[in-house]
Nanobody
Protein backbone atom coordinates (compact mmCIF):
# COMPACT_ATOMS: atom_id res chain seq x y z
CA UNK A 1 0.00 0.00 0.00
CA UNK A 2 1.51 3.29 -1.04
CA UNK A 3 0.51 6.93 -1.35
CA UNK A 4 2.69 9.44 -3.15
CA UNK A 5 1.91 13.14 -2.94
CA UNK A 6 3.27 15.67 -5.41
CA UNK A 7 2.64 19.15 -6.73
CA UNK A 8 3.95 21.30 -3.93
CA UNK A 9 6.14 24.31 -4.47
CA UNK A 10 6.69 27.99 -3.82
CA UNK A 11 3.88 30.37 -4.71
CA UNK A 12 3.01 33.96 -3.89
CA UNK A 13 0.01 34.81 -1.77
CA UNK A 14 -3.13 34.75 -3.88
CA UNK A 15 -1.70 32.10 -6.18
CA UNK A 16 -2.79 28.54 -6.85
CA UNK A 17 -1.36 25.04 -6.69
CA UNK A 18 -2.77 21.61 -7.45
CA UNK A 19 -1.61 18.71 -5.33
CA UNK A 20 -1.86 15.14 -6.52
CA UNK A 21 -1.76 11.87 -4.61
CA UNK A 22 -1.20 8.63 -6.46
CA UNK A 23 -2.40 5.49 -4.70
CA UNK A 24 -1.39 1.89 -5.23
CA UNK A 25 -1.68 -1.46 -3.55
CA UNK A 26 -5.31 -1.27 -2.43
CA UNK A 27 -8.81 -0.96 -3.84
CA UNK A 28 -8.84 2.78 -4.29
CA UNK A 29 -12.43 3.23 -5.41
CA UNK A 30 -13.79 1.79 -2.17
CA UNK A 31 -11.69 3.99 0.10
CA UNK A 32 -12.10 7.49 1.44
CA UNK A 33 -9.11 9.78 0.99
CA UNK A 34 -7.95 12.86 2.83
CA UNK A 35 -5.40 15.64 2.91
CA UNK A 36 -3.72 16.80 6.10
CA UNK A 37 -1.00 19.38 6.60
CA UNK A 38 1.68 20.13 9.12
CA UNK A 39 3.22 23.55 9.50
CA UNK A 40 6.63 24.01 11.14
CA UNK A 41 6.33 23.62 14.88
CA UNK A 42 2.66 22.68 14.74
CA UNK A 43 0.65 19.51 14.91
CA UNK A 44 -0.66 17.81 11.82
CA UNK A 45 -4.14 19.07 11.00
CA UNK A 46 -7.03 18.10 8.78
CA UNK A 47 -7.52 19.91 5.48
CA UNK A 48 -10.06 18.01 3.41
CA UNK A 49 -11.50 14.57 2.72
CA UNK A 50 -13.56 12.84 0.07
CA UNK A 51 -15.52 9.64 0.55
CA UNK A 52 -15.81 6.81 -1.95
CA UNK A 53 -19.12 8.26 -3.14
CA UNK A 54 -17.76 11.80 -3.47
CA UNK A 55 -18.97 13.42 -0.26
CA UNK A 56 -16.46 16.14 0.63
CA UNK A 57 -15.38 17.77 3.88
CA UNK A 58 -13.26 20.86 4.42
CA UNK A 59 -11.60 22.52 7.36
CA UNK A 60 -13.13 25.96 7.88
CA UNK A 61 -10.05 27.98 6.94
CA UNK A 62 -9.80 26.35 3.49
CA UNK A 63 -13.49 26.00 2.63
CA UNK A 64 -14.25 28.01 -0.48
CA UNK A 65 -10.58 28.15 -1.51
CA UNK A 66 -9.61 24.47 -1.75
CA UNK A 67 -11.36 21.73 -3.73
CA UNK A 68 -10.78 18.01 -3.31
CA UNK A 69 -11.54 15.62 -6.15
CA UNK A 70 -10.77 12.04 -7.01
CA UNK A 71 -10.28 10.01 -10.17
CA UNK A 72 -10.93 6.34 -9.50
CA UNK A 73 -9.72 5.30 -12.96
CA UNK A 74 -6.32 6.82 -12.15
CA UNK A 75 -6.37 5.87 -8.42
CA UNK A 76 -5.62 9.46 -7.57
CA UNK A 77 -6.93 12.24 -5.38
CA UNK A 78 -6.30 15.92 -5.99
CA UNK A 79 -6.37 19.12 -3.98
CA UNK A 80 -6.85 22.32 -5.95
CA UNK A 81 -5.71 25.21 -3.78
CA UNK A 82 -6.67 28.73 -4.79
CA UNK A 83 -6.16 32.11 -3.14
CA UNK A 84 -3.30 30.70 -1.12
CA UNK A 85 -2.25 32.50 2.05
CA UNK A 86 1.04 32.46 3.97
CA UNK A 87 -0.70 30.49 6.72
CA UNK A 88 -1.27 27.67 4.23
CA UNK A 89 2.48 27.01 4.27
CA UNK A 90 3.00 23.42 5.39
CA UNK A 91 3.89 19.93 4.33
CA UNK A 92 0.77 18.39 2.86
CA UNK A 93 0.07 14.68 3.29
CA UNK A 94 -2.50 12.45 1.68
CA UNK A 95 -3.95 9.67 3.78
CA UNK A 96 -6.35 6.79 3.62
CA UNK A 97 -8.28 5.02 6.37
CA UNK A 98 -8.56 1.23 6.65
CA UNK A 99 -10.90 -0.15 4.01
CA UNK A 100 -13.29 -1.27 6.75
CA UNK A 101 -13.65 2.26 8.10
CA UNK A 102 -16.58 4.36 6.96
CA UNK A 103 -16.20 8.14 6.88
CA UNK A 104 -19.73 9.17 7.78
CA UNK A 105 -19.30 12.70 9.06
CA UNK A 106 -16.85 15.56 9.57
CA UNK A 107 -15.63 14.20 12.90
CA UNK A 108 -14.70 10.89 11.31
CA UNK A 109 -13.14 12.56 8.29
CA UNK A 110 -10.99 14.96 10.27
CA UNK A 111 -9.52 12.70 12.95
CA UNK A 112 -5.91 11.65 12.37
CA UNK A 113 -6.38 8.41 14.29
CA UNK A 114 -8.80 7.16 11.67
CA UNK A 115 -6.12 7.07 8.97
CA UNK A 116 -3.85 4.10 8.54
CA UNK A 117 -1.86 4.88 5.40
CA UNK A 118 0.11 8.08 4.87
CA UNK A 119 2.08 9.43 1.96
CA UNK A 120 5.46 11.13 2.34
CA UNK A 121 4.17 14.66 1.96
CA UNK A 122 4.80 17.56 -0.37
CA UNK A 123 5.91 21.01 0.77
CA UNK A 124 3.80 24.07 -0.02
CA UNK A 125 5.35 27.44 0.69
CA UNK A 126 3.31 30.61 0.28
CA UNK A 127 5.21 33.88 0.33
CA UNK A 128 3.62 37.16 1.35
Amino acid sequence: VQLQASGGGLVQAGGSLRLSCAASGFTFDTSSMAWFRQAPGKEREFVSAITRIGQTYYEDSVAGRFTITRNNDESAVYLQMNDLKPEDTAVYYCASPPLTFSVDDYAAASSLRNYAVWGRGTLVTVSS
